[in-house]
């Protein structure tokens, strides 16, 4: 877009690439804990638009809406990184869930229920629960895990809420990692299978999704980490 003067119109491409802003933001949250604003992350993710802006140039033979997505993410990165989004005993809570997931699908050779996991992990139900809507789900698969089974904590957002060098679509890439991650899928429960394919394959946000299995967005979060968890169970020992 260009004014009368043959100069990029600033205005309307921001206006224009707005969507693109509130897609990112809003993908990015359903990794997040809930202390985190989408709002707050639109933005960031604008002030990140107005530097691609400003710094792009069509003769680097790059797309503006690749360009801007990357400089979108890292500002939005930054702000979380700065924000140190993510305390420590909600990462002990993550490993905990998937831990007790393994157990018990190495003991009763299933996917283990809810309520079997709350029980595994000496807490009611609804505290389970709790706990799952507080950790959120996370990336499905931490490319640093697969390649050196690493539980340290450094770059620990970079794996979680990854740029498009890590993004699981990226990884998915390999093969025999997606052989391995569909079976995965397949074997979970089937209202868990329907919000990871509405999540992944059709980019839907939670909200939505909560409107079409007809529970609350809560609940979605609930089960979207349940899921996660599952997953990091099953590809750990891949």
Request: hydrophobic share 40%.
């Amino acid at each position: 877009m260009y004014t009368a003067k043959g100069q990029l119109d600033r205005d309307a491409l921001i206006r224009q690439h707005v969507p693109l802003v509130r897609r990112i933001a809003h993908h990015m949250i359903a990794k997040l804990p809930p202390n985190v604003e989408v709002d707050d992350l639109i933005q960031v993710g604008m002030m990140g638009l107005a530097e691609a802006l400003s710094r792009y140039e069509a003769t680097q033979g790059v797309q503006f809406e690749t360009f801007a997505t990357q400089r979108i993410r890292g500002a939005m990165l930054d702000e979380l990184r700065e924000g140190d989004w993510m305390s420590r005993s909600s990462r002990k809570s993550q490993k905990d869930i998937e831990h007790a997931v393994r157990r018990l699908e190495q003991k009763l050779g299933r996917s283990p229920l809810e309520s079997e996991i709350a029980a595994d992990m000496g807490m009611p139900l609804a505290e389970y629960q709790s706990l799952l809507g507080k950790v959120r789900g996370t990336q499905l698969v931490y490319l640093e895990d697969m390649a050196h089974g690493n539980d340290d904590e450094d770059g620990f957002l970079d794996r979680h809420v990854a740029d498009s060098d890590a993004d699981p679509l990226e990884l998915l890439r390999d093969h025999r990692l997606r052989s391995s991650l569909v079976q995965a899928i397949q074997s979970l429960p089937e209202r868990e299978q329907y919000i990871m394919g509405m999540y992944y394959e059709h980019d839907m946000n939670l909200k939505e999704i909560a409107a079409v299995l007809g529970v609350t967005e809560s609940r979605v979060c609930q089960l979207h980490s349940q899921s996660i968890a599952r997953l990091r169970a099953k590809m750990r020992s891949h």
